[in-house]
């Protein structure tokens, strides 16, 4: 008896859930979708039930443009400062934790991460990479007050997912 009870120690077997975690590469190409200029496509990752897109005019009402020289989404700046901009929204079950933005310029950049304030993006060779974000929406604006337009070549998006639960067992 004494022996099984060791046994039974030693097998002893928890249960957890856990969070996967992944990414998703968006770039831009020919194509149309509802307004007939761009569409996202994914290089890397899955988006279908993942995240979901939508972009904005700048505050002159400029549409976001597609380069098609360029493989790359034209964000126009506003002397005001607002910019035209790209969101990011997870999907139930899904939390942004990061990104990697890589532009062709980089001009004055902020992200909003879910309801929180604008911060500014630092580049390092027309790259800006943001961790330690816990949201389910991120915002991406051209911020710059001067004829600069935000040209992104691709934004690579981190995220954690609980909608897929597996059940790990434990050993002591």
């Known amino acids: 008896m004494k022996n099984l009870k060791v046994l039974f120690t ?49 505050s002159s009402s400029t549409n976001p443009a597609y380069n098609s020289n360029n493989s790359e989404l034209r964000l126009y700046y506003h002397s005001g400062g607002s910019g035209g901009s790209i969101t990011i929204t997870a999907e139930d079950g899904v939390t942004i934790t ?48 001067s004829n600069t337009q935000l040209r992104i070549k691709s934004i690579k998006v981190i995220y954690s997912s609980s909608s897929t639960e597996t059940t790990v067992y434990f050993q002591s």
Do not use: H, M
């Open 10 to 58: 030693v097998l002893y077997v928890a249960c957890a859930t856990t969070v996967w975690g992944a990414e998703v590469t968006i770039t831009f190409a020919t194509g149309t979708n509802s307004n007939g200029t761009y569409y996202f496509q994914s290089i890397s990752g899955r988006i279908t039930d993942v995240l979901s897109f939508s972009s904005a005019k700048n």
């Open 98 to 145: 990061g990104f990697v933005l890589t532009t062709s310029t980089t001009p004055t950049t902020k992200y909003t991460a879910g309801t929180g304030s604008a911060t500014a993006v630092s580049y390092t060779d027309n790259e800006a990479t943001v961790n330690d974000l816990s949201c389910s929406s991120l915002k991406i604006q051209n911020c710059n007050t």
